[in-house]
C-alpha cells in the first residue's frame, strides 16, 4: 500500500496572486520519496509562435525525404520560402505526431513502474528493471 504524503500549502493571498500555478509530483523511479515542483505561473497575454528549425534526427525518419519531395513537386513553381513553408508545416506536424508517440510510450511505462512498485517479488522486480531501463531510469 503507498501514500502520498508529499503535498504544499499556499493561502487565499498566493492562490489569488498565482491562479494558473501548478504543483507537480516528480516521479523518481530510484527512491520512495517524490520532490514537489512549484510553477507559480501567472496568466500571460501574449501568443508565442517558435521559428522553423530543421532537426538532424528527422533524416532518420523514412517519411522526412517523402514530405521534402512531395512539398517541391507540388509547389512547382512557387517561390522557394513557399516551398519551404510548407516542408516546414508538414514536418513539424510529423514530429508532433511522433513525439506524442514516444511520450504515449513513456507514460505507459511509468504507469507499470508505478503499478509493480509496491509488489516485492523476483519477477515484479525483473518487470520494474525492464521499464526502468525503457525510460532511462
Known amino acids: 500500500m503507498e501514500i502520498r504524503l508529499d503535498r504544499a500549502l499556499i493561502n487565499t493571498r498566493f492562490f489569488n496572486l498565482f491562479q494558473e500555478a501548478k504543483l507537480t509530483n516528480i516521479e523518481l523511479t530510484t527512491s520512495d520519496h517524490c520532490p514537489i515542483f512549484l510553477e507559480p505561473a501567472t496568466k500571460h497575454n501574449f501568443v508565442y509562435t517558435r521559428r522553423f528549425k530543421f532537426e538532424n534526427s528527422w533524416l532518420r525518419e523514412p517519411l522526412c525525404r517523402h514530405i521534402v519531395e512531395d512539398c517541391w513537386r507540388n509547389n512547382a513553381g512557387q517561390s522557394w520560402q513557399i516551398k519551404v513553408e510548407d516542408c516546414s508545416n508538414k514536418l513539424a506536424k510529423l514530429w508532433r505526431e511522433i513525439t ?12 507499470i513502474i508505478k503499478m509493480v512498485k509496491g509488489r516485492i517479488n523476483e519477477a515484479s522486480m525483473q518487470q520494474r528493471s525492464m521499464q526502468q531501463r525503457r525510460v532511462g531510469g
Not at 100 to 111: A, P, V, Y
Open 100 to 111: 506524442e508517440r514516444f511520450k504515449d510510450r513513456i507514460n505507459r511505462s511509468k504507469r
